[in-house]
């Protein structure tokens, strides 16, 4: 399914949906946000237009176009000129792959 940008709702949620259709035929059932179903509440849908991280030429380091998991998802938006070392405590790296994404999330929790 990768690259679609796939999280628990979302455009690359119905789409990964729409796949897995072709090969095994199911019913979808379908909640808004916000709705509360059995022990679980539905959560926001995740919406990203553009993300990227510049430096300060306006030179992309990192653009969520090239890969979707540059990006976690549910994460805050920001648009501002913040230190390295503050920008450091807000990507996530491998120490041990230095050229590895790590898939990180953070479904219910504003980061």
Same mark, same amino acid.
């Given at each position: 399914?990768?690259?679609?940008?796939?999280?628990?709702?979302?455009?690359?949620?119905?789409?990964?949906?729409?796949?897995?259709?072709?090969?095994?035929?199911?019913?979808?059932?379908?909640?808004?946000?916000?709705?509360?179903?059995?022990?679980?509440?539905?959560?926001?849908?995740?919406?990203?237009?553009?993300?990227?991280?510049? %430096?300060? %030429?306006?030179?992309?380091?990192?653009?969520?176009?090239?890969?979707?998991?540059?990006?976690?998802?549910?994460?805050?938006?920001? %648009?501002?000129?913040?230190?390295?070392?503050?920008?450091?405590?807000?990507?996530?790296?491998?120490?041990?792959?230095?050229?590895?994404?790590?898939?990180?999330?953070?479904?219910?929790?504003?980061?």
């Amino acid at each position: 399914m990768f690259p679609l940008n796939r999280s628990i709702l979302g455009e690359g949620y119905r789409k990964s949906l729409e796949i897995l259709c072709e090969y095994i035929p199911f019913n979808l059932l379908s909640y808004p946000t916000g709705k509360q179903v059995l022990n679980w509440k539905t959560p926001k849908e995740l919406v990203i237009y553009e993300a990227f991280i510049e %430096d300060l %030429d306006n030179n992309r380091i990192i653009d969520f176009k090239d890969n979707n998991l540059y990006v976690v998802n549910y994460s805050q938006p920001i %648009d501002e000129v913040i230190p390295l070392d503050e920008l450091k405590k807000h990507i996530f790296v491998s120490p041990h792959l230095e050229d590895a994404v790590p898939y990180t999330t953070s479904y219910y929790k504003d980061k």
